[in-house]
């Protein structure tokens, strides 16, 4: 297992440093550069200055190894955009914002999202089913941002409920989480209907059921344990995108999360920025991988064992 | 059975649409006499009427709060860029002087932190006398902090990217490189209290220059305490204005609050303002249609509408020193023939463009200096004609020009046969609208083909940068109240623009009026180089005098916009009347 898990971690880091790589110097072959957000020409001296104080006159290389070296001392520079602000004070700052909106939509996602799809296979062709089912459809086809403008619109102008936009108190939260949360419920709906659905038509159900034990028992130890499996795929890379952010609620809702900061970064060619959260979002990626493999070994025993007939 | 609950459900949705339709027809039921009151309000400004009923009247709490729509990079004045920090620079600093607005609408610059000042004969020393004023903790503010101030931006390690607006100081442009000390630049603080600039030449709109941001007082002693850090937290920054800065949420907002140490504090009647940093308009509409937000700038037309019914609410659309213009890359055979430049100018519609693209907001331009501008003391456009009128009477047919251009550079005179690509600066569909209605107009009127290319902002800038183009359209902006901001960027080798275009007399023009210090004859200079660059030369076609255009509360008095000013000014804003 500990051979397993170090293998593991160097994997991690030399994916992480494979995009880095990339997109150091994706970011740096597309044309602009950081003084073009100004939308206006400014005076020779007064660039050179510029890409003097940042070293950006120097050759892409010779940045790429500056950029190295800095990282290795923990240092992930300065936003060229915003001066004075360090990448990982924003990283520090926006990060938790969009962490505590995507924590709450995941949670309510998930939860109203499994117990609607449990709710809907037990009452297969009947109403509820059919009430889950139009639930569902309704929050794939309806994108958030939709949503979030009918919100803000009818409880935040209508009828002055809500906050419009804004950040500070849980009251802020409630509409975007709502917005956000709509798309997993239904994917959690849909893909919980269909496994409770498959596992509910096998032999240890029924085994289980004449056995005589109780309706909660049956769903909590024989049929979620086995249905959730599918759900928990799908959970890794929301587990990461928790902390990214969903950059079109954010500016719906005005909440200064981490999502517009890289959308931000990306359009004013801000290059510390755009490689920090870069670097944060793959390690994100990455550890929340890690952790669903690990949640599988929970989940199911079956995993557990064949990695350690692998080893 | 049944029958009762058809009728429960018809009573309810008839509920519903009721409830509905009541909060939908809330806002016009007031009579018409109250909407005439609120039109003859558009200006702002009228500080006339009996002081002391105003006092009795104001609301006991005292606040604004208004749309930022993008996060101000940094308040300090030697290393951001961008309006917005400008914006709450200007609130929370008091520089030499403030820049107010007239009642028409140009700009009137007031002793602020400078009780008054005096230029030697040549024009060259500038000698200012500072009033007795302190900063929010108590520290005097001092000649010293000027100096500090104005070296901090002209050093080449702060990278100032505003730095240039300082050059006409001697030793400036120099010192910004890097080739002298900062020492030798011509910045001196006399004793505590007086502050001398030299100059490195002439320079008639020095004056002009120092309500702007690069001039402002700057502590050293807390600039290097803070280090990097400075300006970057509300706790990074410190106020000897009207307002200090208490808090900023950063992508959130910004909070201002009175500052107590102001000298001129009893003019100030706010106690707050705050800045919500809103990136979507539509965001911003809906919280300025249910009150969270009292004022805000509105460009869409739907939601324009919607406002100008309001009764409760006053629209303000003022100049701003901005024109959008259409350029051409002279390297390109077929823009390398004036007459087919003139042709293109010509083709386009402006008093419909201003309709179609912009809503109506703004002005057609047939000059390239907007209009309120002025040298000296005169207004420029009262004094010259729109040099590109004059041009439009004389070729009626622009299909006429271009076809006299083709045959002056040997190419085939049949129009059809031309296909021009426009490069248009970002990919949105608001640009596509943009591009499509030039494609077309350019189209219609000259029977030729145009096809449009639409890149990022910064591929934008480095195309047209690199003269990787034909033709393309953007905006500029002046920096300060004089025509030069506007006309030294077509001198030959400048590097702020990017036309291929070159002319001599038109360079001897500009270098006549950046010498002398006369304003009629700095008129008749810009004059003769505004008709060279769209009458004879057809350089660029200027389409739109940008304006403003943003609603506001009628409860929210005394604000001003000045032209060159970076925002609001709400120095002497109040409100009166808020529910």
Redesign the interface.
Known sequence: MLKYTLKRLLYMVLTLFIVITITFFLIHA????P????????????K???Y???GLNKSVPEQYVMFLKNLCHGDFG?SL?????GVADIIE??APISARLGLQAITIGVIVGIVLGIVAAFKRNRWPDHLVMFIAILGVCLPSFVLA?LL??VL?????LF??????TGKHTVLPTIALCFGSVATYARYMRSSVLDVINQDYILTAKSKGISNFNLIWKHVIRNAIIPAITILAPQIAGIFGGSFVIE??????GLG??LV?AV?N?DYTVIMGLTIFYCALYIVSLLMVDILYGVVDPRVRVSEEVAE | MKKRKVLAIIMAITLLAVALMGCGGEKPKEPAEEQGEAEGNEEQNETEGDEAAQDAEIDDEQYVTLRMPVEPQAIDPSKSSDLYSSDILNEITEGLVRLERDEDGGDVIVPAGAEDWEASDDELVWTFNLRDYEWEDGEPVTAHDFEYGIKRTIDPEVASQYAFLLYPIKNAEACNAGEKELDELGVKALDEKTLEVTLEGPCAYFEKLLAFKTMYPQREDLVEQWGDKAGSEAEYTISCGPFKLDNWTHKSELILVKNDNYWDVDKVKLDKIVYKIVEDPNTAYNMLSNGELDICGVSKPEWLEKFKQRDDMTYASEFEPSVAYQFFNQEVELFSNANVRKAFTLAVDKEELVEVLYYGIGEPADGWIPPVMKVGDTTFRDAVDEPLKKLAEENPDPKELLIKGLKELGMDPDPSKVTVTMLEAGTDAENRRFAEYYQQAYETALGINVEAEYVDWPVFLDRVQDMDYELAGMGWAGDYDDPMTFMDMWITGSEMSNTGWSNEEFDELIKKAQESLDDEERLDYFKRAEEILLYEDAVISPTIYRKSSRFQYGYVKDTMKPLFGSGIEFKYGYTQGRN
């Open positions: 597309i044309p602009g550069d003084l073009s957000s100004l939308a206006r020409n400014l005076p020779a001296q007064v050179e200055n510029f003097a104080k940042y300065e955009k915003f001066p004075g602000r700052k926006h403008a803000q619109y935040s102008v209508k009828f002055e906050p419009t936009a804004g950040w500070g500016s719906i809702f005005a909440i200064p517009s900061n931000d359009n060619r």
